[in-house]
């Protein structure tokens, strides 16, 4: 990934996490984020690389605080593309139909700017 897409996809990733609405707030009122989301969102990365984006969706999506990770990817992804998937299940729908290649730069990109 070059410097300019990082750039801009950090700015993405700031934007999303100072937003109130953002769902990896362990506490909304404070602006607290779970700690555990540090190597979570690490282990995203890494795991689409070695198992495939398709596997590793399927995992990260079946459990209820992984898959708030996927919810700030897709919204990053929906920034970086002008794309309107509406949540995670979407997306996963999308990438289960079509070839992950197509998606999976993308995913990696947003978990290293992430």
Known sequence: MNKKLNRELMGYAEEI????????????????????????????????????????????????????????IVMMINKKNNTTFADSEEFVREVMKKDETEWKSDVINCSVAL
């Open 17 to 72: 996490l100072q937003d109130k609405n953002c769902p990896l707030y362990k506490n909304k009122e404070k602006g607290i984020i779970n700690e555990s989301y540090n190597g979570q969102i690490s282990a995203l990365g890494v795991s689409t690389l070695m198992i495939g984006l398709k596997a590793t969706l399927a995992v990260y999506y079946q459990d209820e605080v992984r898959k708030k990770l996927l919810e700030v």
